[in-house]
């Protein structure tokens, strides 16, 4: 048995988790700065939490044991009212070329892996009579986790176990915990030759500079008791009920996360919330570097024995997937006018989503601005479309298409 972290105490220690789990961030990112952003930090810290808990160096419960699970998922509904405050509603309204590309791109993916189920449906599939599953099986489990989110993976779980296809019920798991380690790199790649694009633009004055706002509660009709860090967690804390309340009337129709990027963006256009409401406060980096923590929480579960008895399938998922998702999403942005490089990075989102979103936008404009200006204006190109994009393809879009095939599920 391999050395482990849970030899020094057990059960784990919190601070010991803690600990560790901000080492390893504190290592990516290095290697993102030195870097340049080629190898984003959330590619790098992908890369060490699944060596770490395949090998057994770490426990299943090191990200949880670290308390920062929990609080992702108290905080991660203030990022995102955060977000909101960050987009202007001119610059929301300019973002339905992008919901477009985000839709082509879960209706690509769904082609890519249906035209693999029909080349290499035979060796993944079995006799339907003997209760084996089927090449559409795959194709309708691969979408569903490659395009979305937990939801989508839990519909087609769901879906399956109903029919009795347990393999297809772990399907998605190994694609919903590993997609990151194709989506980062790739999108930090594509993002920053997209940034080196904006520079230039910029430059040459054929984009406005943007205001790089002051930290302050400047911007805001909230009385100053407020702007406090504690002022501001409530206020944006109630904002947060609300968008969960509005979830559950409408039993998720209007999805929480959706609602309280819509309210941010409101809020700050009737000057409610000064544009990047948290921006400042004493709290913001703890609960971005817990909402990051997220991404990583699905590899705790990989274990070598599935993605060994999958790896074939898994494979194709990977590749005819990613396939699809960059023709189609080339294709509608350039007609749309967008350029290839930022047509497929909002395509890839459907690979991760929210936070990643946002971190590889924020490191792609770094690194190619070379003053606070350039970066303002690069990032404010780039971030209010890939925000849009994670949500149209993982939350919205992908939702809706896979409740709709999942009933393929089992049907031969």
Do not use: C
């Not at 995102?80 to 690509?108: N, P, Y």
């Not at 790649?189 to 904006?198: D, F, P, T, V």
């Not at 500079?209 to 805001?220: C, F, H, L, Q, R």
């Not at 409530?234 to 409408?250: D, E, K, M, P, Y």
């Amino acid at each position: 048995m391999p050395w482990s972290i849970t030899e020094l105490e057990a059960p784990m220690n919190p601070v010991v988790a803690f600990v560790v789990v901000m080492l390893v961030w504190t290592v990516s990112d290095f290697v993102a700065k030195k870097t340049q952003s080629l190898l984003s930090s959330l590619f790098v810290a992908s890369i060490i939490f699944l060596i770490g808990f395949l090998s057994g160096i770490f426990p299943e419960d090191l990200l949880s044991s670290s308390s920062l699970l929990a609080l992702a998922g108290v905080v991660v509904g203030f990022i995102i009212v955060h977000l909101g405050t960050m987009i202007s509603l001119d610059d929301f309204k300019k973002q339905w070329k992008t919901l477009l590309v985000g839709i082509a791109t879960v209706l690509g993916i769904g082609v890519a892996l249906l035209v693999a189920g029909w080349v290499f449906g035979p060796r993944i599939s079995g006799s339907t009579a003997d209760g084996y599953a089927q090449a559409i099986d795959f194709v309708v489990a691969g979408t569903g986790a490659l395009s979305g989110g937990t939801i989508s993976v839990l519909i087609v779980q769901d879906a399956a176990l109903g029919v009795g296809l347990t393999n297809i019920a772990v399907f998605p798991v190994p694609i919903a915990a590993l997609q990151g380690l194709i989506g980062f790199p790739l999108t930090s790649i594509i993002l920053r030759k997209e940034a080196a694009r904006l520079r230039d633009e910029y430059r040459a004055g054929n984009i406005e500079a943007v205001v790089v706002e002051e930290k302050d509660s400047a911007g805001t009709r909230l009385p100053d008791a407020l702007t406090t860090t504690a002022g501001t967690l409530f206020v944006v804390g109630l904002v947060v009920l609300a968008s969960l309340g509005i979830n559950n009337l409408t039993n998720g129709v209007l999805n929480t996360f959706v609602v309280a990027l819509v309210f941010g963006i409101t809020l700050r256009s009737l000057g409610i919330f000064k544009p990047s409401v948290l921006g400042g406060i004493d709290a913001f980096g703890l609960m971005m570097i817990a909402i990051m923590i997220l991404v990583f929480g699905p590899l705790a579960t990989v274990e070598p024995s599935d993605v060994k008895a999958l790896a074939f399938p898994l494979l194709l998922a990977f590749v005819f997937g990613v396939a699809g998702i960059a023709g189609f999403s080339a294709l509608v942005g350039k007609l749309l006018g967008y350029s290839v490089p930022m047509s497929v990075a909002i395509g890839l989102t459907s690979l991760y989503g929210f936070p990643g979103t946002m971190i590889l936008s924020q490191e792609a404009a770094k690194g190619a601005g070379e003053t606070p200006e350039e970066v303002a204006a690069i990032e404010g190109q780039i971030l209010p479309k890939m925000i849009v994009a994670g949500f149209s393809t993982v939350t919205i879009t992908s939702v809706i298409v896979t409740s709709i095939i999942a009933g393929r599920i089992g049907t031969g």
